[in-house]
């Protein structure tokens, strides 16, 4: 498996773009940078996307709503199964709710 890389800055990402344009390759550009072609031309194609070029896939503003959303609903979750524990406690605590018995 690959080690992770930190993200690279947002500068350098679009200077990549704006010299695979200029009519660089990515795997030369990847050679002189010490960084991947194929992340080259990811960058590419996000960049893309968001100017409107190709409307295959997620703008980056739409992926950063995606993020936030599903953080949001993971969040909900959570709070939504804490509200449940909780009124079915404290509906046995005002015992609207009989305890269970071993009984049965």
């Known amino acids: 498996m690959p080690k992770s890389h930190p993200p690279y800055p947002d500068e350098f990402r679009q200077q990549m773009v704006e010299l695979v344009r200029a009519g660089r390759t990515a795997g030369?550009?990847?050679?002189?940078?010490?960084?991947?072609?194929?992340?080259?031309?990811?960058?590419?194609?996000?960049?893309?996307?968001?100017?409107?070029?190709?409307?295959?896939g997620l703008?980056?503003?739409?992926?950063?709503?995606?993020?936030?959303?599903?953080?949001?609903?993971?969040?909900?979750?959570?709070?939504?199964?804490?509200?449940?524990?909780a009124a079915v406690w404290f509906a046995r605590e005002t015992n609207a709710i009989p305890e269970k018995s071993s009984n049965s």
Do not use: H
């Open 28 to 56: 030369e550009l990847g050679r002189e940078f010490a960084c991947s072609a194929q992340a080259i031309r990811n960058w590419v194609r996000q960049a893309d996307r968001d100017a409107g070029v190709c409307s295959e």
């Open 59 to 85: 703008t980056t503003d739409e992926r950063d709503e995606l993020r936030r959303l599903r953080r949001e609903v993971k969040q909900l979750r959570v709070e939504r199964e804490i509200l449940k524990r």
